[in-house]
Structure formats: C-alpha cells, structure tokens
C-alpha cells in the first residue's frame, strides 16, 4: 500500500532526527573551534562586537523554515495515521487494569492476543473500563490513550506475518508494565480458522 | 579605615542574632542562601530516589524493590525535581541573592514577603516528606493523571496539597521579583541595560504569577473530587479526565519555560563573563525571552496528542510548538557567536555552560521530534520523552545551576572552589549523562514505554548501560557538592571582582555588605561593556 503511514511517520522521524544531527554537530564544532582559536593566551584583547543584523536575521528565518518544514512533515504522517481507508476491519479493543480485550466482527474476545489478517487494514475502536491506559503497538507506529466513557482509534497496515508486541503507555498502576500483549499477523485462511476455533474458556 | 562588613556579619532586622538572624532575616541574600541549603539537600534527596529508579531497572524482573515502591519511587523523584528543584533552584537561590544586586538596589520590594515564601517552601517540601512515611508515598507519576490519582488508595491528597503550597511559594515570589524590577530598579538603569540574568528572571515570573493559579485550582480539584467526589474529571461521574489535562498542562508546559528561562540568563552572564565580550545580539536575547514566555505559554497540548482530543488542536499546538522553538535556536546561536573573537578564560562556570550549550541543544533539538505530531505519536510516553526532557531540564536548567553555583559561589561566600576537583566534577557528571540517556533516546525510539517497571528482552542492553551511566553521575554530582562545601572553610578568599565581570554585583565586595553597596555604584550605559575590564588587565590573562 503506497500510502502507509509507518513510512510517514519514519520519514519525518528521519528527516527532524537528520537536521537535528547537522546542527548538533556545526553547532559543537563551531563553539569548541572559538574556544580553542580565541583563548586568552592567543588572543589576549577580545573585539567590541555587539551584535550583526543580517546575521541574526538569517538566523530567524532559516530555522524557521526548516522548523516549518518538519511541522509538515509531522502533520502529513499525523494524517496518514488517523486517516482509516475504506473498508477496513473494525475490532473493538477495552482497557482494564491490567489487561486488553479485544471483540472481533464476530463476537469472539481474547485477552492480551490480537489475531489480524494480512493484507486487510485494521482499525482498532478502543475505550478504558477503569483508569487512563494507552494503546502503544511499536511496529506500526501507532498509539492512542484509552479513556473510559470515549472512545478512539488507531489504524494499521498489516503487510507482513508475524508476531509483534504492544504495550500499555499510559501509567495505571503496579500492573503497568506488565500490561503488554502480542499482535499476531498471519494468513487470511488462517484467520478465518481462528475465530471459528471455540474460546479458551 | 575599617573594613567593611559582610552580610554574614550584619543581621537584618539587627535584633537577632545567632539562627534566629537566619531564620527571622529579611535580607534577600540570607534568604537566598537558605534556600540554596535547602534545595541542595532536595536536590540530593531526589537524585538517589532517580539512582534508586535506575538501578532497579539494570536488569529485568525484580532487583531491588517491588512495583509498588518504583512507582513511589518515580513519582516522588519527579515531584521534588520539579517542585523543590527545578523551579525554585535558579530565581529563589540566585535571583533572590543577585537581582536586585544587578538592578542596584538594597532588597526586593517585598522583603517579608519573600521570607514568608521560603516558609511556605520548607512547608510544602515537609508534606512531600510526609507522604513518604504515612499513607502510603504517592504512585501516580508527578502528573497525576485522573481517574488513576482519584482512585489510587495512596497519599496522593497531601502529595498534591504540598504541590499547592509550593506553587504559593513560587507566585510569591514572582510577584516580589516583578516588582523589584520596576520599582527598585536604580534609577540610572533603563529597560535595555538590565543585564540578562535580570530579564530572564523578570520573564519568569511573569509566567509563573500567571501561570501558577491554575494548577493550584486543579491541585485543589483533585483534592475534591478524592473526598467529596464531585465528579468534574471522573467519567465515572460523568467528569472529563481530558479536562484535567489540559488543566494541568496549562500550567506545567509553561513551568518548564520556568524552569529553563532563568538557566538561559546564568549562561549569558557565564559566556560575556569569560569571552570578555559583549553578549552577541542584546535585544534578541531580551526579546526572547519574552517571546519563549509568551509563545511558551500557547502550547500545552502538545503533550496530548495521543489523548484524544481533536485533530484540529493537535494541528494549532504542533504549530505553535515549532514556532517556540525558534527563540530557544536564536539564543543558541548568540552564545555560541558571542565566543567568536573573544578572549576566551577557561574556568568550571565557562565549561559547565558550553556542557550546556550542547546538552542543552540536543534537548531542543529532540524537542521538534516529539513536537511533530506524526513523529510524537510512536515516542510520546516513551523513553524518549524522558531522555529528551533530561537533556533540557537536567542537561540545561541543572547544568545551568552548576554553572551559576560555580561562577557565583566566590561572590555569596566570599572563598574560591578547587578548580581541579570541579573539573572532574563536571566531566564525571557530563560523561555519566550522556552515558545515561542516550541509550534512553534507543529505548525509546525501539518502543519501550516510561514508568515501567520491567521491561521485554529488547530493551535489556540499553537499560543495563544506563545503569552505569547513573553511577558515574552521581559520583560526579557529589564530588562537585562536597569540592564546594570544602572551598568554605578552606578556600583562599575570593576577591571582589575574580573572574572580570561588568554586571553590578562585581562591582561590590565579596561577599556583599548588608546594603549590598558600600557606595551607590554607576550603571553603564551598556551592561556588557568589557572596556575597562580589558585595560585594568593589562594583559596578563585576566583577573584569576
């Protein structure tokens, strides 16, 4: 899928963490030369320099722009990620301390175990049962709290098979950090095969 | 003709004497030094509950204490860093002590006023202790987020009330501040010649007279809504928990302007002080001042894009959040550009700041990958949020109170420090930092969360590096205290002008006399002018 917003959301992470390193580093080269080429020793009598208008001039505007542009870039991967195509699966997702249940088309719930389809977009309808919890999935670069009487959503692409973690990121008590769970991506065979399987319970 | 007097020597209100001419004093230079005491002794305090934190979390499962006691552990370590640290450090110790030095006046405007702000201080750091020994310490996170912090069987009532007191105590003393500036102010000094140490004091309290209010409402609130549930941020009850936090962010982002506005002065006096040279761009450093204030105070929610408010807000505070970081850049560039040509002393002060000039500006730098929405969204809540906000708050603010401790201690105590030892001191604590969070900077962006207790295989090598990052800190921390505290009793004397500043507290004696100036001094036309400095030198590398 070409518009996919894991790669928005690493293209802007790229682009802002890239100039951020440019700068860092003309930033620290440029002081330590100073003070190594104007020590007192070798230049005992500093200059009277008070100031350059078109210096500082300059050094409004560039960064403004550059910041600008990392506000786009920021803003089009926002965009890609609350953006849900059309048709994609609805699974209900409820937060409790400490776990993530989720309620899929069919009626079936499993806890802390997310079985998705490849190839089909997956829109995750979550809301909180108690405190504020957070839907953290690493992977696919989404996260969004879990509130009790709202509810939000997060999309996600699933391209690949396989099994990826998630996370609770919002703090809600001595269970938090162990409040995670597995996201299983397999085939759409399989999938259909497992939410005919019986529950557990 | 005999000597003149030091404060130490002279109490005020004369009466007293002994403690009591500490505790009952209201000159504005034993109040900073109280202060001082009792926020190192905070300062202390939170960094082991934070070596405690990330011993724990060396390795996975449990090391050394429950989740229970991390969570405490977390949560009071944020809440004295930031209420008993951060906030008051700069204005309460050194504005208080320098400010109206540097405006060239005697006090504040509100001498017993600002005694009373160090009592309702000491007050509100005694209920944070409280909370450690009754009820259960507080585990909510120094936010304190509802449902959580209505619901949590923790003290988190006397947690939240001791955040109110001391949010008293910091309005108060903005309002001193603000109007020492304008009514105290030497005659003879206009707006533009206040040194910038003075304008970013002013700025702050600005910010925190108009900003403080409102998380002393919401404190309060959630003090309600625990005994008399009445229901504003409980959904339970039909409340809006995103309400709170907004609320609370209303305030708390301005706070953290009101933590780093002040560290931007000290780095400005430290720079022209040892490039012996005219701060780069004088007004754009007083106007950004203002500006990080103002703008500062429109971006709240940027600490809310996963929370479910709507996208329309996140567009307006990702905006603003990039426009803020503009001023930040401007001042970065004029430090680095005031060294350009000058002639440039090696000293702790100088290294601590150009520490964090870098530290710093990887703080700000990291600060537009969280404050681009799309970006946030994978690290918000992360470890990345905690790296990045340690570079500008400890990297910054704290390696900025260094600065300040180490270049003004000669003028407060009237001794000079061991060099050597602050030397090691500094390298210790900066290569112990970067040690410690740049594997955080990893973690996070590999997706391990903040506040966890434990942790998936993943993220085993970044935590256990961290570790020992934490250890080299705080040895380099209490080196650098203990190197201090020696200098008082067996530091040479400090003369009244060491290192050839131009501001008006080096034009005094070391330390001041009660009235702080034997004789009215002159106010330069331009508070940066080294004329002078440069030709008493005659050459011969300076004052020290």
Not at chain 1, 69 to 82: P, T
Not at chain 2, 43 to 61: C, H, K, N, S, T
Not at chain 2, 516 to 526: R, S
Request: hydrophobic share 50%; with cysteine; charged share 15%.
């Amino acid at each position: 899928m070409n518009n996919n917003p894991v790669a928005l959301v690493d293209r802007s992470l790229y682009f802002t963490i890239g100039f951020s390193f440019f700068f860092l580093f003309a930033i620290t080269v440029v002081m330590i030369w100073f003070v190594v080429r104007y020590r007192r020793s070798r230049n005992p009598v500093p200059s009277d320099i008070r100031g350059n208008g078109w210096l500082e001039l300059a050094w409004t505007v560039i960064p403004t722009c550059i910041a600008l542009a990392m506000f786009v870039s920021g803003w089009q991967a926002y965009m890609g990620l609350r953006t849900v195509p059309d048709g994609a699966m609805e699974i209900n997702a409820y937060a409790q301390m400490y776990s993530w249940i989720f309620v899929y088309p069919n009626e079936k719930e499993t806890e802390n175990e997310l079985v998705v389809p490849m190839g089909t977009p997956v829109k995750l309808i979550i809301t909180s049962e108690d405190v504020l919890h957070s839907f953290f999935l690493p992977a696919f670069r989404v996260k969004v709290d879990a509130v009790k009487g709202m509810e939000t959503y997060v999309w996600f692409y699933p391209d690949r098979e396989g099994e990826f973690v998630f996370h609770c990121t919002e703090f809600c008590g001595t269970g938090h950090s162990s409040m995670d769970g597995m996201l299983s991506i397999v085939s759409p065979e399989a999938y259909q095969a497992f939410l005919e399987e019986e529950d557990d319970e | 003709m005999e000597p003149v007097r030091s404060f130490f020597d002279t109490p005020s209100p004369s009466r007293y004497s002994g403690a009591l001419s500490w505790l009952l004093t209201t000159d504005h230079k034993r109040i900073g030094l109280m202060y001082l005491f009792v926020i190192l002794f905070w300062f202390v305090v939170a960094m082991f509950l934070g070596g405690g934190m990330r011993l724990e979390l060396m390795f996975r499962g449990r090391t050394l204490m429950g989740p229970e006691s991390y969570n405490a552990l977390f949560t009071l370590h944020g809440v004295i860093m930031v209420f008993l640290f951060i906030i008051p450090g700069i204005p309460a110790i050194f504005g208080n002590f320098f400010l109206p030095i540097q405006i060239g006046t005697d006090d504040v405007f509100f001498p017993r006023l600002n005694l009373l702000s160090w009592y309702l201080y000491i007050i509100g750091g005694l209920l944070a202790l409280v909370t450690l020994f009754i009820g259960g310490p507080p585990d909510t996170g120094w936010t304190f987020y509802v449902p959580f912090s209505v619901g949590t069987q923790t003290n988190v009532s006397v947690a939240v009330f001791a955040a109110f007191v001391l949010g008293m105590a910091s309005m108060l003393t903005g309002i001193n501040f603000v109007t020492t500036v304008h009514r105290m102010r030497s005659e003879a000094m206009g707006w533009l010649q206040m040194p910038l140490f003075t304008w970013s004091i002013y700025a702050t309290s600005w910010v925190q007279i108009l900003a403080t209010p409102v998380v002393a409402i919401t404190l309060i609130l959630i003090i309600l809504e625990r005994f008399l549930g009445v229901g504003l941020f409980d959904p339970a009850r039909g409340g809006d928990p995103i309400l709170y936090q907004h609320l609370f962010w209303i305030y708390s982002h301005p706070a953290v302007y009101i933590m780093i506005l002040p560290g931007m002065g000290v780095i400005s006096e430290v720079i022209t002080v040892f490039a012996r040279k005219p701060i780069f761009g004088y007004k754009a450093m007083a106007l950004s001042s203002i500006a990080i204030a103002v703008v500062g105070s429109l971006v709240w929610a940027h600490h809310m894009y996963t929370s479910g408010m709507s996208d329309t807000a996140v567009f307006v505070f990702s905006l603003l959040t990039f426009l803020v970081a503009i001023p930040s850049a401007i001042k970065v560039f004029s430090w680095v550009a005031t060294l350009y040509k000058g002639s440039i002393l090696m000293t702790p002060p100088l290294f601590f700041s150009l520490c964090f000039i870098y530290l710093f500006s990887v703080g700000g730098l990291t600060g537009l990958v969280v404050g681009a929405a799309g970006a946030d969204i994978h690290v918000h809540d992360t470890h990345f949020v905690v790296a990045h906000f340690h570079f500008t708050m400890f990297g910054g603010t704290g390696f900025a109170f260094f600065a300040a401790l180490h270049h003004w201690w000669p003028k407060m105590f009237g001794r000079m420090y061991d060099f050597k030892r602050a030397y090691w001191a500094a390298v210790l604590i900066t290569f112990g930092f970067l040690l410690h969070y740049i594997p955080m900077f990893i973690l996070g962006l590999q997706g391990m969360p903040r506040r966890y207790y434990d942790y998936v295989a993943e993220f085993e090598a970044g935590n256990f590096v961290a570790g020992f990052g934490a250890v080299f800190m705080l040895v380099g921390l209490l080196l650098m205290l203990v190197n201090l505290l020696i200098s008082l009793k067996r530091g040479t004397l400090a003369p009244s002008d060491p290192w050839g500043g131009t501001t008006l507290e080096w034009k005094t004696l070391s330390p001041p006399p009660l009235h702080n100036f034997v004789e009215t001094p002159d106010i330069a036309d331009y508070p940066y002018d080294f004329t002078d400095v440069v030709r008493d030198s005659s050459g011969d590398g300076g004052g020290v």
